[in-house]
């Protein structure tokens, strides 16, 4: 069926649990769908035989699966997604056990609900590596990436690495919205003095 063609060798499901895994993403909630055109729809046989093959792989990348959520749905009609489906008495819920501690219930609501949002790691030093730069008319030279780590303020003075150019801050924008600060997750454009767009590139690090 559709799972063992995502799951085969060269298969989505399997690319992108390792992608996931690849870029950092920590947490990680499997959402068995389809289960209304299952033989028999809604069938627990065929939850557990998935639940059972992802989890041994997800395993493998690096994922402990008794810290994913397995839920059974059917997005196409609404099962288990906000509301306990009538269709699968079979399932008592998810459970998941992390160190930050356990979470359980019976829909993919409050799955999503469980993940816990990142520390984002404001106190350390600013590092802003650089996705592109830009020259922007009426504006100047506008920087673009994302903060990893730091603060990063109009008015506050960055150097860019390795080729330590020393600038001063005039705006920070994200969506076209100035910002007073911007924080780890950010992915923000920033405009500086006196540096033309041929000096920086991308890959550059800005810092304070």
Avoid at 173 to 184: F, G, I, K, N, R
């Amino acid at each position: 069926g559709e799972f063992e063609a995502g799951i085969s060798k060269n298969g989505q499901t399997r690319e992108h649990a390792l992608l996931a895994f690849t870029l950092g993403v920590k947490q990680l909630i499997v959402g068995v769908n389809k289960m209304d055109s299952t033989e028999p729809p809604y069938s627990e046989a065929r939850f557990e035989e998935i639940k059972k093959e992802v989890s041994s792989y997800i395993k493998k990348i690096g994922y402990n699966p008794a810290a994913v959520a397995f839920v059974p749905i059917s997005g196409w009609n609404g099962d288990n997604m906000l509301e306990v489906s009538e269709k699968m008495p079979w399932f008592k819920g998810w459970a998941v056990e992390r160190k930050e501690g356990k979470a359980d219930g019976k829909c993919l609501i409050e799955a999503l609900d469980a993940i816990l949002p990142p520390s984002r790691p404001t106190d350390k030093a600013l590092r802003l590596p650089l996705q592109d730069v830009y020259k922007i008319g009426g504006i100047g030279t506008v920087p673009v990436g994302r903060v990893e780590t730091g603060l990063l303020k109009p008015g506050m003075v960055v150097v860019f690495a390795p080729a330590n150019i020393t600038t001063e801050v005039k705006s920070v924008e994200m969506h076209h919205e100035a910002l007073t600060e911007a924080v780890p997750g950010d992915n923000v454009g920033f405009n500086v003095k006196n540096v033309s767009v041929k000096e920086l590139r991308r890959g550059f690090v800005a810092g304070d």
